[in-house]
């Protein structure tokens, strides 16, 4: 076996097994959490199917242009999901964050975002497109990163639950790693040498690794949250008891 096929089938048995997991938190965390974690799910998809496809073709000596384009297209839900995160951590302060961090910035990254998996997508026989959607999905991991920062300095920021703060934490942990995955999959798309990404090492290092740590932060921040459905829940009941005593 191929170094190749090793780290595809390390990949493929990777987000195959964090599947049970992140669909327990998806069950865990509710409507609130819904966006985040149906596109971590959605990672997992797509790079199972996309190592899939890679091991098929390594076995018949060909290299599939079509598993290129859906990794590439893979990073895009590491993105999605950290708005859906994001969104999640400011559930119990929206009351008090400006519009921009509610919807309209929320929604423009969403757009860019999309904007670069329809090039992604379209890209097969047309390198130039998967280079210009990476481009695109780098202006939006910077536009998600302004918005978590945006975020912290807001002065409703101390008015969050604790599972709330700790979802921050996760993205903000999590963010450095996908824009180091984001710089090496566009090095490698305006690199001479193909779109293999390099020797072994510099694969794994700038590839797998921030990618395998960027879901294992989701997945310890929302195991930790697990619960938080319920925490909000709490303060609407004592309200109600206390209304109740009164009476």
Not at 10 to 24: D, E, M, Q, R, V
Not at 151 to 160: F, L
């Amino acid at each position: 076996m191929s170094s190749s096929e090793g780290l595809a089938g390390a990949n493929l048995g990777f987000y195959a097994l964090i599947t049970i997991p992140a669909f327990h938190c998806l069950i865990m965390h509710g409507k609130f959490g819904l966006v985040g974690w149906v596109y971590v799910l959605a990672m997992c998809g797509l790079r199972i199917i996309g190592n899939g496809m890679s091991l098929h073709a390594y076995e018949n000596h060909e290299v599939s242009t079509v598993a290129t384009i859906i990794n590439g297209i893979g990073l895009s839900p590491l993105l999605i999901a950290s708005l859906g995160f994001l969104h999640e951590a400011n559930h119990s302060i929206l009351h008090a964050l400006p519009s921009y961090l509610k919807t309209w910035a929320s929604l423009f990254a969403h757009v860019v975002i999309g904007s670069g998996i329809g090039l992604a997508a379209a890209s097969k026989g047309h390198e130039s497109f998967l280079r210009a959607g990476l481009i695109i999905f780098a202006i939006g991991w910077s536009m998600v990163c302004a918005l978590v920062g945006l975020s912290y300095t807001n002065s409703a920021h101390r008015q969050r639950l604790a599972d709330e703060r700790k979802i921050l934490l996760g993205i903000t942990i999590a963010l450095p790693m996908i824009g180091i995955r984001i710089i090496y999959a566009i090095a490698t798309a305006f690199s001479t040498c193909g779109l293999e990404g390099g020797s072994l090492a510099v694969r794994v290092i700038f590839g797998t690794l921030p990618e395998f740590l960027t879901m294992l932060v989701y997945l310890g921040a929302g195991i930790a949250t697990r619960n938080l459905a319920r925490s909000r829940l709490e303060p609407a009941m004592q309200k109600d008891q206390s209304v109740d005593i009164t009476v």
